[in-house]
């Protein structure tokens, strides 16, 4: 990567988890493949005290190998951790960031340098951090190089007005062309691909409207408990936590229309009308689900109020499905289930198109009772294209059957499949923003969840319950299509 200018990266809540297992690996992973500047130095900031030689010994836990495979590894770890450094520090401490400053002046060598802060902490103290950070003079105003850029973790506010509320006072200290709010999602390789199946193959794009499609299915499924985040996902639940990020990105690419151009500009523009045309849902529109005690994979799981760090009262949904409409031209008419559960019976994430039946049947005497054509796309794991096609069986008479034309990604591609943090932090430092999640979006995002929300607490909802290993609640099936 060609960069004249340093780069000064701070992971702000660096003791925590998401650090540890995701951001430096995918940092150490763009080291080994030569995407770092030659002038770079990582900086974890949080409130844990550790050395600078103890915070190195917990982030090389979770290096791998991948791009720097056999005797390489070792030395090239050491390199990368050589370049790391801690500050242990308060979060709305003007004083601790200021001495980080010091550090990164240190380090920086005295030459100029490209920053960006990556909060991997709770958004409750999003804002004491990007002020600590703003009065410490961190931040470089405007795009120009220097520049200063922020990467936010989800989830961005609880509803419409706290989102607002919470993008209204960042943009104090960064405004939004520095602003990266980062759904790892977004940096998955099936999901990059999804605006180049449909907008680079001819034969998807003439019957991706409601004449050919019958119905789109987005499902998102766990087969885990809580597993000691309880107490975090419990002040969320489902539809914040997946819904309304993770599953509504999804919908917007695939049901976008082709963007202009193909930058992060024209591609917002397009995904904002997508989510700008689906009605708000109401309580019709949807179930919700909390899993209870169950039978999965040979073993007995608890119920997620027997999470300790879950209140045994809590009524908060680890399941949820609704039904939306897009009101355009494209799509009127076409229902759309997005579904997202946690403690159900498979680990996956997956987009399914169903297409209409033929106008005529041809073959009216043929035995065999094929179904219409349906598109899959497997986002995780074990990502795959297929499409179902109804085939003549071999052998005499006339029998029809659906097999796929099967893409797997393992097999058709020879190439590493990057972590989505990899890509997603690449595009940060080379200044694109087609992946992260544009303000109107997120507003429009909000404005689809946000009286289902406050209907839901309203009127106190009680989840439906569903054992854990259960492929849906029952009540779900109603919203199939
Ligand atoms: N883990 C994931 O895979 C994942 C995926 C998507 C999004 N996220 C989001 O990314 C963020 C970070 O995730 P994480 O799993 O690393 O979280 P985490 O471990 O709970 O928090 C990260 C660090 O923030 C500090 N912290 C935690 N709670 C705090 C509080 N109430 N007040 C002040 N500081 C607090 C702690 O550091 P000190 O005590 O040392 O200061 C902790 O090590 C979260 O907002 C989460 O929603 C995480």
Redesign the pocket.
């Known amino acids: 990567m060609q960069h004249e200018e340093g780069m000064s990266i701070v992971v702000?809540?660096?003791?925590?988890?998401?650090?540890?297992?995701?951001i430096f690996p995918a940092l150490f992973s763009l080291y080994c493949q030569g995407c770092l500047p030659e002038r770079f130095q990582i900086f974890g900031f949080?409130?844990?005290r550790f050395d600078h030689a103890e915070f190195r010994q917990r982030i090389m836990e979770h290096l791998t190998c991948r791009y720097a495979p056999g005797e390489s590894c070792a030395a090239r770890m050491e390199e990368f951790l050589a370049r790391c450094f801690y500050m242990?520090g308060?979060?709305d401490s003007t004083d601790a960031l200021l001495d980080l400053f010091v550090l990164m002046r240190e380090q920086e060598g005295g030459g100029r340098a490209d920053r960006f802060y990556y909060?991997?902490?709770?958004?409750?103290?999003f804002l004491d951090v990007a002020r600590s950070i703003g009065n410490a003079g961190l931040v470089s105003c405007g795009v120009e190089r220097p520049w200063s850029r922020v990467v936010l973790?989800?989830?961005f506010g609880h509803d419409r007005a706290s989102s607002d509320m919470l993008a209204e006072a960042m943009a104090d200290v960064f405004v939004e062309p520095q602003t990266y709010r980062?759904d790892?999602y977004l940096g998955k390789e099936v999901i990059q691909n999804l605006m180049v199946l449909r907008f680079a193959n001819l034969v998807f794009e003439p019957v991706w409207n409601r004449r050919y499609i019958r119905n789109v299915k987005i499902l998102w499924k766990e087969n885990l408990s809580t597993e000691g985040?309880g107490g975090?996902f419990d002040q969320?639940g489902i539809i914040r936590?997946v819904c309304q990020n993770h599953l509504l990105q999804i919908l917007s690419l695939v049901a976008m229309e082709p963007p202009g151009r193909f930058n992060a500009a024209s591609i917002a523009l397009e995904k904002v009308n997508v989510l700008r045309g689906v009605p708000p849902l109401t309580l019709d529109d949807v179930v919700l689900g909390q899993y209870v005690a169950g039978e999965h994979a040979g073993r007995r799981w608890a119920a997620y109020t027997d999470d300790p760090t879950v209140p045994d009262d809590s009524r908060t949904p680890t399941y949820a499905a609704a039904r939306l409409a897009i009101d355009n031209d494209r799509w009127r008419g076409v229902p759309i289930l997005i579904e997202a559960g946690k403690g159900l019976d498979a680990r996956m994430t997956e987009i399914r198109v169903q297409f209409r039946d033929v106008p005529q049947d041809l073959f009216p005497d043929a035995n065999g009772s094929p179904a219409a054509n349906e598109l899959v796309i497997r986002v995780q794991p074990d990502e795959s294209i297929q499409l179902s096609i109804v085939n003549k069986v071999p052998g005499m008479g006339m029998k029809m059957a659906n097999r796929n034309l099967d893409l797997r990604y393992k097999a058709a591609f020879s190439e590493q499949i990057p972590d989505a943090y990899e890509s997603l932090l690449l595009d940060v430092m080379r200044g694109d923003r087609s992946l992260f999640i544009h303000r109107e979006e997120l507003q429009a995002a909000w404005d689809i969840f946000t009286p289902l929300l406050h209907e839901i607490d309203a009127r106190r909802v009680v989840p439906q319950s569903y054992p854990f290993g259960a492929s849906r609640p029952t009540a779900a099936e109603k919203l199939v299509p």
Do not use: N, T, W
């Open positions: 702000v809540g660096a003791s925590g988890d998401l650090a540890r297992k995701k949080a409130r844990s242990a308060g979060y909060l991997a902490i709770p958004p409750s103290i973790e989800k989830p980062i790892h985040r975090y969320y936590d």
